[in-house]
């Protein structure tokens, strides 16, 4: 059973940097499919924001793109996401997810999020 | 900016059918964006019923079915329960990048 689990601090400044990370179990993050970051703020609907393979290639939601930046560990079995220049607007719940683009084309996994809030 | 619209409500009797639909800013929707749709009630996370169009994931109820309608992605609900109340998001492929619609609240009345 593939098993997602977000990590990261739940307060973060503004204009500051968020870090969180990924954990996936059950899988190899080097056996293929892509991993994604994906955020959805309160009240709202969800909102892409990138997605790493495993050889390191990325892509990033346009409007994102400026202050993302997603990583992968293999030895770790582990994705990361760094959310620069932050502002009340970036307070959301952030879910992680396996993203099976180019084999399924399915976004079949997903981990239970974590709330991040940006306050001073 | 790609934009995906779905309906923002819909209404359904318990025992009925309800066919939700994703759109895209680009023209119609075809078998090449991939649609995908989601599930998601309150407090946990989104969960994949959908994939590639028509595709159902292992724990996806059988009254759940996807399809392309009117250059539009579908899903369609059949003999609908009160579990099924929840909001319901698509997502398209688009190239590398993947857009979500802004979601569909259905209610079981």
């Known amino acids: 059973q593939v098993q997602l689990q977000a990590s990261g601090p739940g307060l973060v400044k503004p204009s500051e940097t968020l870090s969180l990370t990924c954990t996936v179990s059950g899988y190899s993050i080097s056996s293929g499919c892509y991993w994604g970051w994906i955020r959805q703020p309160p009240g709202k609907g969800l909102e892409w924001i990138g997605a790493?393979?495993?050889?390191?290639?990325?892509y990033y939601n346009p409007s994102l793109k400026s202050r993302v930046t997603i990583s992968v560990d293999t030895s770790k079995n582990q994705f990361s996401l760094k959310l620069s220049s932050l502002t009340a607007a970036d307070t959301a719940v952030y879910y992680c997810?396996?993203?099976?683009?180019?084999?399924?084309?399915?976004?079949?996994?997903w981990g239970q999020g974590t709330l991040v809030t940006v306050s001073s | 900016q790609t934009v995906v619209t779905q309906e923002p409500s819909l209404t359904v009797s318990p025992g009925g059918t309800v066919t939700l639909t994703c759109a895209s800013s680009?023209?119609?929707?075809?078998?090449?964006?991939?649609p995908n749709w989601f599930q998601q009630k309150p407090g946990q996370a989104p969960r994949a019923l959908i994939y590639s169009t028509s595709n159902k994931h292992s724990w996806t109820p059988a009254r759940f079915s996807g399809s392309l309608l009117g250059g539009k992605a579908a899903l369609t609900l059949s003999g609908v329960q009160p579990e099924d109340e929840a909001e319901y998001y698509c997502?398209?492929?688009?190239?590398?990048?993947?857009?979500f619609g802004g979601g569909t609240k259905l209610t079981v009345l």
């Open positions: 790493i393979y495993h050889s390191g290639s990325t």
């Open positions: 680009t023209g119609a929707v075809t078998s090449g964006y991939y």
């Open positions: 997810a396996r993203d099976a683009r180019g084999a399924t084309w399915s976004f079949d996994y």
């Open positions: 997502l398209l492929y688009y190239g590398g990048a993947r857009v």
